[in-house]
């Protein structure tokens, strides 16, 4: 049974969630100048190299967009969790910014440029940035909002978008298939981080409770 925390510990929660997300935002621009500067590795990709190219642009995105807004919906019914879901998505931009330095990676042949009107703002420039490869971004959201969805019933529906967007972004040629299959993992990894920063809010309405 969830438990759900005081309301003056989550506001202290969610204010410690943004400062820690701030920094993270606003050094995005300048990671993206360096990470475009570094030489990338080019792989080879035999599934990648079968698929056919195709511009999937906006039906990607509007399937991103009505994903985030269903779920961020339905999680203001459930604070604590909407909070889990805030900082496990501070961790997933922590992880990718690291994964990118480490794995620095050119983008694929015949890649068709993604136009994001919301990505795009932490982007070098005035073109689509195309280095911010592994891993995939767009399929590790949606595979981090089905972790944190509230409802049993549309959950496999979330699983299956998820897939859709990672096919999505293959076919486009905009990630390599590392990209897509590595994506659930860094998800999953930031999902049972929130689980250890949640921890301590948790206890203390678990305390509360205890003493009601």
Same mark, same amino acid.
């Given at each position: 049974?969830?438990?759900?925390?005081?309301?003056?510990?989550?506001?202290?929660?969610?204010?410690?969630?943004v400062?820690?997300?701030?920094? &993270?935002? +606003?050094?995005?621009?300048?990671?993206?100048?360096?990470?475009?500067?570094?030489?990338? $590795? @080019?792989?080879?990709?035999?599934?990648?190299?079968? /698929?056919? *190219?195709?511009?999937? @642009?906006?039906? =990607?995105?509007?399937?991103l967009?009505?994903?985030?807004a269903?779920?961020?919906f %339905?999680?203001?019914?459930?604070?604590?969790?909407?909070?889990?879901?805030?900082?496990?998505?501070?961790? /997933?931009?922590?992880?990718r910014i &690291?994964?990118?330095? *480490?794995?620095?990676?050119?983008?694929?042949?015949? /890649? &068709?440029? +993604?136009?994001?009107? $919301?990505?795009?703002?932490?982007?070098?420039?005035?073109?689509?940035?195309?280095?911010? =490869?592994?891993?995939? %971004?767009?399929?590790?959201?949606?595979? +981090?909002?089905?972790?944190?969805?509230?409802?049993? $019933?549309?959950?496999?529906?979330?699983?299956?978008?998820? *897939?859709?967007? %990672?096919?999505?972004? +293959? *076919?486009?040629?905009?990630?390599?298939?590392?990209?897509?299959?590595?994506?659930?993992?860094?998800?999953?990894?930031?999902?049972?981080? #929130? #689980?250890?920063? &949640?921890?301590?809010?948790?206890? #203390?309405?678990? @305390?509360?409770?205890?003493?009601?």
């Amino acid at each position: 049974m969830n438990v759900e925390a005081p309301t003056h510990r989550l506001r202290i929660a969610w204010a410690m969630t943004v400062l820690a997300a701030v920094p &993270i935002v +606003l050094a995005m621009p300048s990671f993206f100048h360096f990470l475009d500067a570094k030489p990338g $590795i @080019s792989l080879q990709d035999p599934f990648l190299d079968i /698929l056919p *190219v195709r511009d999937l @642009s906006t039906p =990607l995105f509007v399937l991103l967009y009505g994903v985030i807004a269903t779920v961020v919906f %339905g999680l203001m019914r459930h604070p604590t969790l909407f909070l889990r879901a805030a900082q496990a998505y501070v961790f /997933l931009l922590l992880l990718r910014i &690291i994964s990118m330095a *480490v794995l620095t990676l050119e983008p694929p042949p015949g /890649l &068709i440029e +993604l136009q994001d009107p $919301i990505s795009v703002l932490v982007y070098p420039g005035k073109e689509p940035f195309t280095k911010d =490869l592994f891993f995939s %971004g767009h399929t590790a959201t949606v595979y +981090l909002l089905y972790l944190a969805a509230p409802w049993r $019933i549309g959950r496999p529906l979330l699983l299956f978008a998820a *897939v859709l967007v %990672g096919c999505a972004v +293959l *076919v486009q040629h905009v990630h390599w298939t590392i990209d897509v299959l590595a994506a659930p993992f860094g998800a999953w990894l930031s999902w049972w981080c #929130s #689980s250890q920063t &949640i921890r301590w809010v948790n206890k #203390s309405a678990t @305390s509360v409770n205890e003493a009601a």
